[in-house]
């Protein structure tokens, strides 16, 4: 063993790579492998966006932007708010462009977590939070939500309030959440704001399928709550643009000045080419997300169908594109060992529920972010599977 890797920061040894990245690696090279694991949408990103990306590297528009982004850009991002949720945010100084949201919540957690800081997260939940609450040497404390149908409960902060008191700075919401694809109505998100205005928490606000709810109209906290609020975005999955990494922090100018300071030195700024092909999908594309919402609805109606004709207990997803779904308990309840079987026998991937934490256990997660004809070869193939454990039994 090296000697120096005994000397790295001691909160690096406390985290690991994602388990979902982790089996994914682990099931991919299976020959035949048909996969419904990432969370990566199966559209192209729109060819206008594409075309302005060549334009503006034909411009040599390849230098640094400011730290916070290309003002025409936060000015973009800023009518596109007001347009969309009945948000408004200064472009000049509460506006941050970031690479992804994925730095975006790491600029954000490190700006506001000191260590022996606590910060609720309910869960099941993305694994992207833990760790990095973890290397801002926080407490994560994570409320069960499986009880409640996945859906976060004013009283459930109470109760945790209670038992941690001021220790708790801040909580983490994800909605639509990944994994479980639940969202929250109006009156849910009225409520939370009250309990949370009353505690005083930062509230970091992951909204990035913001543009894909489809029963209800999205309803960003940040309406009610706006001078605690985080609020964090991209285009990842509106805009099918995973790859070219542009993210948003939305904030009051006070927290703002803050958090750029850790975004600075995190990444100088975003990269100034996906900058110029943002601000044509803020624009011109201002409604790219709805034809892929469209056929997403879809999937998830068929999916959905299919698996409770099956056995499998669903809680019905209203954005994102996702479905988790509980293990009928007649099969394996650990989730990875249910993954992995089936991906050896009938080589179909989905990720285990305990990569989303201990509320996740007994569940799995299918991203329909896949052609319907690959999710009617899914079906097929997880039909096989119960059929055959059913013979066996």
């Not at 790219?288 to 879809?298: N, R």
Request: charged fraction near 20%; hydrophobic fraction near 40%.
């Amino acid at each position: 063993m090296n000697p120096l890797q005994e000397r790295f920061n001691n909160q690096v040894y406390k985290i690991e790579v994602s388990d979902i990245r982790k089996f994914d690696e682990r099931v991919s090279p299976i020959e035949g492998m048909l996969k419904l694991t990432l969370g990566a949408p199966d559209f192209n990103t729109p060819d206008h966006i594409k075309e302005a990306a060549i334009e503006a590297i034909n411009n040599n528009e390849s230098h640094y932007t400011g730290m916070a982004g290309d003002i025409q850009l936060r000015m973009a991002a800023s009518e596109f708010l007001k347009k969309k949720y009945s948000l408004s945010y200064d472009p000049t100084n509460e506006i941050l462009v970031t690479i992804g949201a994925t730095e975006a919540i790491s600029a954000s957690l490190l700006a506001i977590l000191n260590p022996g800081d606590k910060i609720l997260v309910p869960s099941p939940i993305f694994p992207g939070y833990e760790p990095l609450i973890t290397l801002s040497q926080a407490t994560p404390i994570f409320i069960d939500t499986s009880v409640n149908g996945f859906v976060l409960t004013p009283q459930m902060i109470e109760d945790a309030m209670t038992e941690y008191g001021s220790s708790v700075k801040a909580i983490i919401l994800n909605y639509p959440n990944n994994p479980t694809g639940v969202t929250y109505t109006r009156e849910e998100i009225k409520a939370l704001a009250v309990v949370l205005k009353r505690h005083g928490l930062f509230v970091i606000s992951d909204e990035i399928y913001s543009e894909l709810t489809y029963d209800n109209e999205h309803v960003s906290i940040a309406e009610y709550l706006r001078e605690q609020t985080i609020l964090i975005n991209g285009l990842s999955k509106s805009h099918a643009m995973t790859g070219w990494r542009i993210g948003f922090i939305f904030a009051p100018k006070e927290l703002t000045a803050q958090i750029i300071k850790v975004h600075q030195y995190l990444v100088t700024c975003a990269t100034s080419i996906s900058q110029k092909a943002a601000l044509a999908a803020l624009t011109v594309g201002i409604d790219d997300a709805l034809p892929m919402k469209k056929e997403y609805q879809k999937r998830r109606d068929y999916l959905f169908e299919e698996l409770i004709q099956l056995g499998f207990e669903v809680a019905r997803p209203n954005g994102a594109f996702y479905l988790f779904a509980k293990i009928p308990k007649e099969y394996n309840q650990n989730s990875m060992k249910f993954c992995v079987d089936l991906a050896e026998k009938n080589k179909l991937a989905l990720i285990p529920g305990s990569a989303f934490g201990d509320a996740g256990e007994g569940y799995i997660r299918l991203s329909y972010a896949a052609s319907m004809e690959n999710l009617v070869e899914a079906v097929e193939r997880l039909k096989s599977y119960i059929v055959s454990h059913t013979k066996t039994v």
